[in-house]
């Protein structure tokens, strides 16, 4: 289960923005759609504690995080998540090898070598980053996230730079790590396409809010069909 409960002001210059966000889901991946400047990007730092909200909750299954009311709120480095940045952010003086094991601190090698020959990275494991295709870097940045074994992998636009084959490719390696590593998942995205591809529930932002939970595989099966749902969500791109 994802609960999230969040509330914070965030103050630009003379305006403020206020996130106002109260969901909860049973699937194993919550996709968060929306357009810019809707708080996406802002719920997934809350989760990771690099941001902390004014009040609120945050438990993945049934561990909570952050709860105001108890004043609970664990460091970011013991809260088990694990986050791919749109810009992916990896060491550029390290390879790739370095990079995914410097995420796994004193975790096991055998770990490490089983994420390298998961993700496709075996022939290329030795090579700097500087060197790896935009593809080839997602990869990488993806099986850095994974490192640390996390109980919820935050993913921010992760398809947003690449290319339709290499998505695909991509879509293709997350399905097999999710499988072999048995994560929850929360998803920004700006094409609910790849939300369907990927499935889970599907929460639209606006403005700070959470003004629809649709369950895809629910209304398909009540006829709501594929172009309706997108009307549904109002994310017709």
Do not use: W
């Amino acid at each position: 289960m994802i609960e999230l409960k969040l509330k914070k002001n965030l103050v630009h210059g003379k305006s403020v923005f206020a996130l106002n966000v109260d969901m909860s889901t049973s699937a194993e991946t919550l996709f968060l759609v929306g357009h810019s400047g809707s708080g996406k990007t802002t719920i997934l730092n809350m989760i990771a504690g690099l941001l902390t909200p004014d009040s609120g909750l945050i438990c993945i299954d049934n561990r909570i995080l952050f709860d105001s009311k108890l004043r609970i709120c664990l460091p970011a480095c013991r809260r088990k998540a694990g986050y791919l940045f749109q810009d992916n952010r990896l060491f550029r003086h390290m390879n790739v090898e370095q990079n995914i094991s410097y995420a796994a601190g004193k975790k096991d090698r055998d770990f490490i070598g089983i994420l390298i020959e998961t993700a496709g990275l075996g022939e290329i494991k030795n090579y700097p980053v500087s060197k790896l295709s935009g593809g080839q870097k997602q990869r990488v940045a993806l099986a850095r996230a994974l490192a640390v074994r996390p109980d919820i992998l935050l993913l921010d636009e992760p398809f947003s730079s690449l290319d339709f084959e290499r998505t695909q490719d991509l879509i293709r390696l997350y399905k097999n790590l999710r499988s072999l590593l048995r994560f929850k998942s929360i998803i920004v995205t700006h094409t609910v396409r790849e939300a369907l591809l990927l499935e889970g529930d599907i929460a639209e932002i606006k403005n700070g809010k959470c003004i629809s939970l649709i369950t895809p595989e629910k209304d398909i099966r009540n006829n709501i069909g594929y172009c309706s749902l997108l009307r549904k969500l109002n994310m017709v791109s």
